[in-house]
Every structure is written in structure tokens, then in C-alpha cells.
């Protein structure tokens, strides 16, 4: 971890992560950090690519806000939802933007967990779930999309662009057993590195879906010469009567296409 601590990590935050987990919870640490999904889920890479040509036609990718008092922007990352919610302000950017559940703008220091745990984190996992209808940006191949998954809910559909010399920096989302994130690179580069806890991984443009553990401190750099877009979804696992998260086994239902 020491490469976090680098990057303004500190051990009280890295305390905070572990008492996500077991002993602290009753949810394990996963041992995998990166799995790659069910071939059922692969998509088409040139329909990918025609779809972000079609959507950047209609709708401009926004660079993400850092900072909502001077509305600082991270000009190195942009995106744009392709799913909101019912009552949103922002249909078109907010799911990627960092907003909070009242519709308001917070700093990526913040949204990010760089103040310690994301205080959103866990608590946020109910207005995650709310981003599920399909805005008008590609409604059609949306909601296809959000039909491959039959026990967890498909929420938050973006695409995400990182440009070169882009840094997503070190920071921690959901627990898995809150939400986890899928991406599929829809175009990228040999120098394109995904992290997790110190041990990095590439993804290639194949058209398959690939899972890292968000839920670890994480972060993205392109230190190539052309941008890295990717489609993201964010997954909520099914509740039981107890609106408590019933994710079983997780690796078996993201390798067997059980989600």
C-alpha cells in the first residue's frame, strides 16, 4: 500500500477500508481483485464504437467536476450517462457527474473517499439504485443492456473517457456487497493501467465485460497517446426481506453469468 500513501493515503483511511469487511462486518474480502464476465454479456466491439460515434454526434462528453465552488473541471475526464433518475435536474450528465442524493454537486475529494471513506459510500447504495431509466441518449440499446441482467440491477450506465496523461486517482466506491462496477473498453492502448491495491491489470477492447473490486482502493492512469473510453454499469445486488444485500457467490455468478 505503499504507493497509496504516495498518493495522500493515510492509515487512519486505510483502517476505514478494512472495517468494510470482516471482522468489522459480516462480509469477507473477496481474494480476487479483477474477473472477467460470462461470454453471454460480450458485445459487438464495432457496435460499441458506432455507438459512442452516434451519441458524441448528439451530445458532447462532459469533463467531470472537481470542485463545486469554482467549478473546477478535470479536463483529462469526461462522460455521459446513459441512464438518470425519475426526478433528476441533470438527465443527461448526472450520472457522470459527482452529485450527491439531494441533486447537488460535491468535490471528487469527496465523491472520491479521499476525506476517508466516501460518505456517501454504503449510504448511497438506495440513490444508486434510482439511476435505472433509460434517458434519451441511446434509450434503445439501454435498455437491451439492462435486460442481460435478470437478478441484479443494471443502474448508473455510463461512458467514461480518460485522455492521455488522465489520472483517475486513488479512491474507494462501493463494497461489493452495495454495488460493483462492470466495464467494457470500447478503445484504448497498451499504456492504459487499471489498479487495485498496489497490483495492476490491463483490459483489452474485446467486447467483454471485465470486473475490478471498486470496493479496494483503486485508481486508472493513460500514459498513452489516445484516449481510453469504456462503458460502465453499475450493478446492485437483488435484497432480501430484509433489504439486506443477498450476493451469494459473486466470482461464480460474474464467471457463470449468473447476475
Same mark, same amino acid.
Given at each position: 500500500?505503499?504507493?497509496?500513501?504516495?498518493? &495522500?493515503?493515510?492509515?487512519?483511511?486505510?483502517?476505514?477500508?478494512?472495517?468494510?469487511?470482516?471482522?468489522?462486518?459480516?462480509?469477507?474480502?473477496?481474494?480476487?481483485?479483477?474477473?472477467?464476465?460470462?461470454?453471454?454479456?460480450?458485445?459487438?466491439?464495432?457496435?460499441?464504437?458506432?455507438?459512442?460515434?452516434?451519441?458524441?454526434?448528439?451530445?458532447?462528453?462532459?469533463?467531470?467536476?472537481?470542485?463545486?465552488?469554482?467549478?473546477?473541471?478535470?479536463?483529462?475526464?469526461?462522460?455521459? &450517462?446513459?441512464?438518470?433518475?425519475?426526478?433528476?435536474?441533470?438527465?443527461?450528465?448526472?450520472?457522470?457527474?459527482?452529485?450527491?442524493?439531494?441533486?447537488?454537486?460535491?468535490?471528487?475529494?469527496?465523491?472520491?473517499?479521499?476525506?476517508?471513506?466516501?460518505?456517501? &459510500?454504503?449510504?448511497?447504495?438506495?440513490?444508486?439504485?434510482?439511476?435505472?431509466?433509460?434517458?434519451?441518449?441511446?434509450?434503445?440499446?439501454?435498455?437491451?443492456?439492462?435486460?442481460?441482467?435478470?437478478?441484479?440491477?443494471?443502474?448508473?450506465?455510463? *461512458?467514461? $473517457?480518460?485522455?492521455?496523461?488522465?489520472?483517475?486517482?486513488?479512491?474507494?466506491?462501493?463494497?461489493?456487497?452495495?454495488?460493483?462496477?462492470?466495464?467494457?473498453?470500447?478503445?484504448?492502448?497498451?499504456?492504459?493501467?487499471?489498479?487495485? $491495491?498496489?497490483?495492476?491489470?490491463? *483490459?483489452?477492447?474485446?467486447?467483454?465485460?471485465?470486473?475490478?473490486?471498486? &470496493?479496494?482502493?483503486?485508481?486508472?492512469?493513460?500514459?498513452?497517446?489516445?484516449?481510453?473510453?469504456?462503458?460502465?454499469?453499475?450493478?446492485?445486488?437483488?435484497?432480501?426481506?430484509?433489504?439486506?444485500?443477498?450476493?451469494?457467490?459473486?466470482? $461464480?455468478?460474474?464467471?457463470?453469468?449468473?447476475?
Amino acid at each position: 500500500m505503499t504507493d497509496n500513501k504516495m498518493r &495522500g493515503w493515510t492509515a487512519n483511511t486505510e483502517q476505514r477500508v478494512e472495517h468494510l469487511y470482516s471482522p468489522f462486518t459480516k462480509w469477507n474480502k473477496l481474494t480476487d481483485k479483477f474477473v472477467k464476465l460470462h461470454s453471454k454479456y460480450d458485445l459487438p466491439v464495432e457496435n460499441l464504437e458506432n455507438l459512442l460515434k452516434n451519441i458524441v454526434n448528439k451530445h458532447p462528453l462532459e469533463s467531470i467536476i472537481i470542485n463545486p465552488q469554482t467549478m473546477k473541471k478535470r479536463l483529462t475526464y469526461r462522460g455521459i &450517462g446513459l441512464t438518470r433518475r425519475e426526478k433528476t435536474l441533470d438527465p443527461i450528465y448526472e450520472a457522470s457527474q459527482y452529485y450527491n442524493s439531494h441533486g447537488e454537486f460535491v468535490s471528487s475529494a469527496k465523491a472520491l473517499g479521499r476525506d476517508g471513506i466516501n460518505l456517501e &459510500g454504503s449510504k448511497n447504495s438506495d440513490f444508486e439504485r434510482e439511476f435505472i431509466i433509460a434517458n434519451d441518449v441511446a434509450t434503445d440499446f439501454t435498455k437491451n443492456l439492462q435486460s442481460l441482467f435478470t437478478k441484479w440491477t443494471a443502474t448508473k450506465i455510463r *461512458i467514461m $473517457e480518460l485522455h492521455p496523461s488522465g489520472v483517475i486517482p486513488p479512491h474507494l466506491d462501493h463494497p461489493y456487497y452495495n454495488q460493483i462496477r462492470i466495464h467494457t473498453v470500447i478503445n484504448s492502448n497498451p499504456h492504459v493501467f487499471w489498479e487495485v $491495491e498496489g497490483e495492476q491489470f490491463q *483490459i483489452p477492447a474485446d467486447g467483454s465485460f471485465y470486473w475490478f473490486d471498486t &470496493g479496494r482502493i483503486h485508481s486508472v492512469s493513460n500514459l498513452g497517446k489516445t484516449p481510453r473510453s469504456v462503458l460502465s454499469i453499475h450493478l446492485c445486488p437483488p435484497l432480501d426481506n430484509n433489504d439486506s444485500p443477498k450476493v451469494g457467490n459473486l466470482i $461464480e455468478s460474474l464467471t457463470q453469468g449468473l447476475l
